[in-house]
């Protein structure tokens, strides 16, 4: 993806989603894009209740809708007139993902974009929200925000497992951040590496097998980033030693980045997915920064 031409954000009116429009707006304003705000009425407490009481008009649920449709038009021309950015606004009553991922179908959006959790208190602000739900089975890039954007993107960090998932994931962080350092980078180790320290093989006799996958790394992450067609003095190529998710957030704290780029499998396995073993989801849980995933070509 060489270019955003349609942003997609999709808005609850939760603290979280200030942060997240905000955001939006943003991208749109640097890339020149259209920005599609989008509100999906709940109306699952009445539909529960028209269940036990027979009788109850569906027409109850057009005054929220129409509420919700005045809120979001103002909050678009706000956003249209402070970032002078053009901007579309729609509301649709229905689940929430179901919905967000027709109308970015909808509107051909390049980009999803959601706050970290909505307003169900009661959900876990990872397993239960809108936003992991994108993550996992969108087939849109998705960039969850967590942090009040205050100004472009500085730091990107774009961690890499050299998969078909991992050209399109660097890429899109230079589309969406091109002013941005790009830190490039890959967690490595020996297979069977805690076997053979829990059987006492001494850091001297791993030391020539750690150096020869450091430098296969630097030269996977070398070819990866001219894939992308990044000049050598744009990324910083990173070959770190440790498991991928504590280097990862390593990473993220000690370089100061301000958004994490990772491509996510999306035929990931079930169980996979429901009790978040994947590294992306538990960078999405852990990470301070915002975490756009991208889906795979």
Known sequence: MSHVHTVLAATDFSPAAVSSVERA?????????????????????????????????????QPATDDR?????????????????R???HVEAGPAFLKIEERAADVSADLVVLGVHGTNTF??????????????????AVLVVKQEPRERYRNVLVPVDFSEYSLPALMLARTVAPAAGIILMHA????????????????EE??????????????????????????????????CHGTALEQILEQERTRYC?????????????????????????????SEADVLVVPGP
């Open 123 to 140: 959900a876990h602000p990872i397993l239960g929200s809108t936003a992991a739900r994108m993550v996992e089975s969108s087939a849109h």
């Open 87 to 89: 901007v579309g606004v």
């Open 206 to 239: 791993l030391a020539p097998f750690l150096n020869a996958a450091r430098n296969e790394v630097f030269e996977d992450l070398y070819e990866l980033s001219e894939a992308a067609g990044l000049a050598p003095r744009a990324v910083r190529l990173l070959a």
């Open 188 to 203: 490595y180790g020996v297979p069977f590496e805690g076997k053979l320290k829990a059987g006492r093989v001494v850091e």
């Open 258 to 286: 301000d958004l994490i780029v990772m491509g996510h499998h999306g035929e990931a396995p079930l169980l996979e997915r429901v009790f978040l073993g994947s590294v992306t989801k538990q960078v999405l849980a852990l």
């Open 25 to 61: 707006a943003l991208l749109c304003r640097d890339a020149g894009a259209v920005l599609e705000l989008f509100h999906t009425v709940n109306v699952s407490d009445l539909d529960r209740l028209r269940r036990l009481v027979p009788g109850i008009p569906n027409r109850l649920k």
């Open 69 to 85: 449709r005045e809120e979001i038009t103002l909050l678009g021309g706000g956003l249209s007139e402070l970032h002078g950015v």
